[in-house]
Every structure is written in structure tokens, then in C-alpha cells.
């Protein structure tokens, strides 16, 4: 008769463990959380950015943390000729300079310290775009404040080209750039020279963005301004004129299109999207809360989630495309500090005494300063 054979337990065991692992446990990890990321399976945002960190290898909450004294940042200075004037704060007459020497630090983990070259190698052969405002401009300045140190200056070039502005590190063939699209649908003149917000149409904008490797998008500002400071003087959807909408409303919608065209044109294989969430603005007491403020705040006394961001959070959950949320609202909230205030301009000393006299930018920030944090944030996130 013929006996079945018997094997050792030891011999079993170890069956039992090659079959447990016959598949590759990063590759089912990765494809799970991707797949849980995309059909949206939690509402709450918290847990959508967690997910969206740990598919991408990283499982710190980078906004959580406190602002740090370094003494050795900056990472430039303000002789960058890729300033603007209104951001190179001591150029312009602010007599301290602490402001430039803060570094975030997340409470779970470090961000590293930015390295040109090491970024410049993974931006190889690719072009990275930042569109939105004037903030975003502020941030994109930074960005290439940040490596032009390491590149000859035979070797680098700035070009323009209708609403983009280009710099390229020519031995890398690498290219950053800054895309003017401040509400991202577009704005345009009506009858009558009257500002139109077109807030299904988008392709005028977008045209620009195509065959990008990296897309870094920002609008909120420009949505919340006062009625007096308001940039159109009436909304389009379709045929139909809407002269009284609440901002917020037509903000939603605005980005529904600019969502929609993502999930329609955009392929995630060969381009990362990144959506910057708002940065804050110290605009209280008439523009005066953050002039002579010397160092950051170390806490929120009430801290809240601006609308602008429910409203963004609510439409990347619906969308197909695998956007990153990179939220530096808070912690830059924190750094009241880090506007130009009166310092936008240069300072004569004829003219100290008469300051009040002028306005104080709390939206922008000075450089080296705030933005450099977003950077080095984007690096890791990139």
C-alpha cells in the first residue's frame, strides 16, 4: 500500500512562510494605500493627507512641529538677483534680521536642510511649474534663489514667455518656472472693458501647463479679497451672468473646472500635481498686525480651519487624479514676523519718521524667510 508521505514540522513551516511571503509585501502595501487614496474611502481629510504621505514613503505629519532658532540659515541672502525688490526686506531698510534664521521643525521627524545639487539631480531633464499669485511668484523666487548658487553663471538663464517666467540650470536641462494664473479659470474683459470670471473656462491658462513634469498650484488670495479690492466685476457660467455670488461659492466652482481639466488632461505616470494651500495673511488692525513683530508665535490661542481650505480639501476628495495637499497655512501662521511690511520699498531715512504714513504688506514675505520652509518641504514631498 502506498503511504503518504510524512514531513517534519520544521520542513512545514517553512512552506508555510514562503507562501506568506511569495508576494512582494511593498508591493502590496503600496497598491492598497493607492488604491484606498483614489476611491476616497475616508472622509476625513486628516487621514486623506496621512494616506497620501505613506504612499509616497513618508509617514510624518510635516505640519505639526515648532519654529526653531538656527543660526545657520538662511541658505542665501538677499543680494539673490532673482529677488524682487518688495521682498528683500534688508535691502530695504528692516533693521533686524532673526526673521531669516527660523527653521520649521516637524515634532516627528527632520526636514532635511536644502541641497541644490541633490534637488537639481532629481529635477534633471525636467521642467517644474508653480502657478497661482503673486505669493506664489514670492515662493518660486525662493526656489530659485535656493540653487542658483551652484550654477555657473554662464550656465543659467532667464527667459519669458507670455504669462510664464523661466529659469533654467542649462547643464541639468533643467527648467523652473512661474506660471501667472492667479484664479485659475480665466479672467477676462467683457463689454464695456468690464472684468469677466469665467468660471467654466480654463484652456487659455492651461495650455501653459502642459508637458510639465511637476505642477505646483495655489488660488485662494485673489478669491477672498473685499468686495472694494474684488477682481471681476461679474461671474459667467456658460451663458448666464451672475453679478451677486457668495466668493466662496464661485471659488468651489472655479476649482471643480480647474479639477476636472486635471483628471481630463493629465496623466499621473508622467506628472506630479501639488496644490499649496493658502498662505495666511497678518492683515488686522488695518494692515499694521504684523509691523515690528520681531519673532514668531508659539501657539494658536484659537486655532481654526479657514473656509478657503474646506473648500479645497472638499474638491480633491472628489477627484480621480492623485493631487498632494501640501498645507503650510498654519505653520506659516505662526510667523507673523516674516512680512515685509513697510519694508517693501526702500526705507530713506528722511522717510522713518513719517512710516505710518505708508501702507504694510502682511501678505508677501520677506527673503530669505518664509517660503524657503515651503521649498524645503516641496523637496521632500518631490
Known amino acids: 500500500m502506498h503511504k503518504t508521505p510524512k514531513f517534519p514540522l520544521h520542513f512545514l513551516l517553512v512552506l508555510l512562510l514562503v507562501f506568506l511571503n511569495s508576494g512582494s509585501t511593498s508591493e502590496v502595501f503600496d497598491s492598497g494605500e493607492e488604491e484606498a487614496w483614489l476611491n476616497n474611502e475616508e472622509d476625513d481629510q486628516g487621514s486623506m493627507v496621512k494616506r497620501q504621505n505613506r504612499a509616497m514613503g513618508r509617514s510624518c505629519d510635516l505640519t505639526t512641529g515648532k519654529w526653531v532658532f ?30 531669516e534664521k527660523w527653521r520649521w521643525q516637524p515634532f516627528g521627524c527632520s526636514i532635511p536642510r536644502f541641497d541644490a545639487l541633490h534637488f537639481l539631480g532629481k529635477m534633471r531633464k525636467k521642467r517644474i511649474m508653480l502657478v497661482g499669485d503673486s505669493i506664489m511668484r514670492n515662493q518660486w523666487e525662493s526656489l530659485v534663489c535656493l540653487i542658483q548658487g551652484v550654477i555657473p553663471t554662464a550656465r543659467k538663464r532667464l527667459t519669458y514667455n507670455g504669462p510664464t517666467m523661466s529659469f533654467h540650470a542649462l547643464d541639468f536641462e533643467t527648467s523652473i518656472e512661474f506660471c501667472w494664473a492667479p484664479l485659475l479659470v480665466e479672467l477676462k474683459r467683457g463689454p464695456l472693458s ?32 473685499s468686495l472694494k479690492t474684488t477682481s471681476w466685476d461679474y461671474f459667467m457660467e456658460g451663458e448666464t451672468i451672475i453679478t451677486n455670488f457668495n466668493p466662496m461659492v464661485a471659488y468651489e466652482k472655479g476649482l471643480a473646472t480647474w ?6 488632461n493629465l496623466d499621473p505616470r508622467k506628472t506630479q500635481v501639488i496644490f499649496r494651500s493658502m498662505s495666511p495673511r497678518h492683515n488686522r488692525e488695518n494692515g499694521w498686525k504684523c509691523y515690528n513683530q520681531r519673532e514668531p508665535l508659539l501657539y494658536f490661542s484659537r486655532p481654526h480651519i479657514a473656509e478657503p481650505m474646506l473648500v479645497l480639501k472638499g474638491v480633491l ?3 480621480k487624479f492623485p493631487v498632494y495637499l501640501q498645507d503650510i497655512t498654519n505653520i506659516s501662521a505662526l510667523r507673523r514676523d516674516g512680512h515685509p511690511s513697510v519694508y517693501n520699498r526702500d526705507q530713506a531715512q528722511e522717510s522713518k519718521q513719517h512710516i505710518r504714513k505708508h501702507g504694510s504688506d502682511c501678505s508677501h514675505w520677506c527673503l530669505p524667510g518664509v517660503p524657503d520652509t515651503w521649498n524645503e518641504m516641496l523637496n521632500v514631498i518631490l
Open 259 to 264: 479639477a476636472k481639466w486635471v483628471d481630463s
Open 70 to 99: 538656527d543660526k545657520s540659515y538662511p541658505l542665501y541672502d538677499s543680494s539673490c538677483p532673482y529677488l524682487s525688490t518688495a521682498v528683500t526686506c534688508l535691502k530695504n531698510g528692516r533693521p533686524d534680521s532673526d526673521f
Open 194 to 225: 468690464k472684468r469677466v470670471l469665467h468660471l467654466d473656462k480654463i484652456e487659455d491658462n492651461a495650455r501653459s501647463w502642459r508637458g510639465v513634469d511637476v505642477l505646483v498650484f495655489d488660488s485662494a488670495h485673489w478669491w477672498t479679497h
Open 317 to 319: 476628495r472628489n477627484m
